[in-house]
């Protein structure tokens, strides 16, 4: 059958912060980083923890320069209004 080995796949919890819906310094950062240069709303919740965790890791050299990597948004941007305050400051 055909699917994607599971070892292609780097589950990572570690940038989760204190809790679920709790916004981080680094999720608030890749909110704005995405929305002001590429255009791309991510929710506080769940992309934009996830984008906080993806750009530390690039910044950490995790990737190599060879590699090809897959950010995946799920969605979820309705949130971001409801942190509107958090994240606009």
């Known amino acids: 059958r ?20 709790l916004p981080t310094a680094s999720m608030i950062e890749a909110v704005q980083l995405f929305a002001r240069h ?6 506080p919740v769940y992309t934009g923890k996830m984008a906080a965790g993806f750009i530390d890791l690039i910044r950490k050299g995790y990737f190599g320069a060879d590699e090809n990597v ?8 309705p ?5 509107q305050s958090v994240v606009l400051g």
């Not at 055909?2 to 819906?21: K, T």
């Not at 590429?38 to 929710?43: F, K, N, P, Y």
């Not at 949130?79 to 942190?83: D, R, T």
């Open 79 to 83: 949130a971001l209004y409801a942190y």
């Open 38 to 43: 590429e255009g791309i709303l991510l929710d």
């Open 70 to 77: 897959l950010l995946l948004h799920t969605g979820g941007s």
């Open 2 to 21: 055909g699917g994607v080995p599971r070892e292609m796949f780097d589950i990572n919890d570690q940038y989760v912060g204190d809790g679920y819906s």
